[in-house]
DNA sequence: CCCTAAAACTAATATCGTTAGTTTTATATT
DNA sequence: AATATAAAACTAACGATATTAGTTTTAGGG
């Protein structure tokens, strides 16, 4: 009755739609058959653009990547120092808080090993080496300092997102003190 | 043909077999099906001991919970301070480690907030801010800090776990100087 | 102008969670 | 010891989901 419409989908838009619905219901809720709810077509009509649900989920984890290598790139201009790192810290949990179900795509690719997926999180990594080369650090200290800095962010954003800090103390003011303690730390310790 | 057979199932030993599958085959093979299959009865049966996957997710994490505070106290016996704090940290990255899928259903409870899963929570906590008592710390510096630990080790657990650190750079020595540079900066900003 | 291929569709299947109702037997009560 | 109750398994059925196969229409390139 109406196949080929005049104005087809393309991918963006499908992803838009995706992350909408993540970050209304949970990634729980982002199904082929809500998706297709809301996008007005037939499940089926899904696999034209992508390989399944399993595809999708790439998909999503790629595009909600980017969009928080976009919002730390922003947040990094004009800064340098710590007051850089608490700038793409300060953007990383705030994208996490505004858009929580596509920070939830970022970490469910169905293959985390996927050379797309690994490619999309290197520039977030790429970016922090870039500002950490701000402090003279010898050896493998930096790369260390990357795995931690990224642990912090991630951890502190998950575990806030899934109601983990059940303290009445400011959430912005750990995370400062936290982020200021760790780099404080790394350089004493060269 | 074989209700109430002479041996019921206790729910501990349903959930032994739950996490054995997770940590063999991830949580999302942890289905009705596919635990009744294991357990040589049918989905249905399972309705007797938890009410449905959300009540089984439930006991899940808060069993694991548990089996984390279990081990996270066995490595916090005999030692104070930075070396009590490191002690731990290993035995939470190591748990993650062991038994990737219970850790795993340890964040998937249905609904974070529900008591049970916080005071089980909450005893892990209650077990860092003791160790964190042996440094003089003022005001709300000690609560910023086990907000830094446990972020510092849950990111680092998920991280590692979905393969995050591609650097070819020891784990166990990363996690040392992390925790080692947090705590030296928590303690230098009193 | 036509022809191919994209992008929608319908129909059908397998799997899963869940509910309802049944059956057997262990255990507690009398 | 006999009986009643309730726990714990079962079968059967339903709705929702992802997925595959095959069909139809039409946009756009040759």
């Known amino acids: 009755m109406s196949p080929r419409p005049r104005f087809a989908l393309d991918l963006t838009t499908i992803l838009e739609a995706a992350g909408e619905l993540a970050n209304q219901q949970g990634m729980q809720e982002v199904t082929l058959a809500n998706l297709a709810k809301r996008l007005n077509i037939r499940p089926p009509s899904l696999y034209n653009h992508?390989?399944?649900?399993?595809?999708?989920?790439?998909?999503?984890?790629?595009?909600?990547?980017?969009?928080?290598?976009?919002?730390?790139?922003?947040?990094a201009i004009g800064v340098s120092g710590t007051e850089a790192i608490l700038s793409i810290s300060r953007a990383y949990v705030n994208f996490a808080r505004n858009y929580p179900g596509i920070y939830e795509a970022t970490l469910m690719a169905p293959n985390p090993e996927d050379a797309d997926v690994q490619q999309?999180?290197?520039?977030?990594?790429?970016?922090?080496?870039?500002?950490?080369?701000a402090y003279p650090l010898e050896g493998d200290m930096a790369l260390h300092a990357v795995r931690g800095l990224r642990s912090i962010l991630h951890g502190f954003s998950s575990l806030e997102q899934r109601g983990g800090f059940k303290m009445a103390l400011d959430l912005d003011e750990s995370l400062e003190i936290i982020i200021k303690a760790f780099i404080d730390g790394i350089r004493k310790g060269k």
């Open 50 to 75: 992508f390989d399944g649900l399993p595809g999708l989920r790439k998909h999503l984890a790629i595009y909600g990547l980017n969009k928080l290598y976009e919002e730390m790139t922003q947040a």
């Open 120 to 133: 999309a999180g290197s520039k977030i990594v790429g970016l922090s080496v870039r500002l950490l080369q």
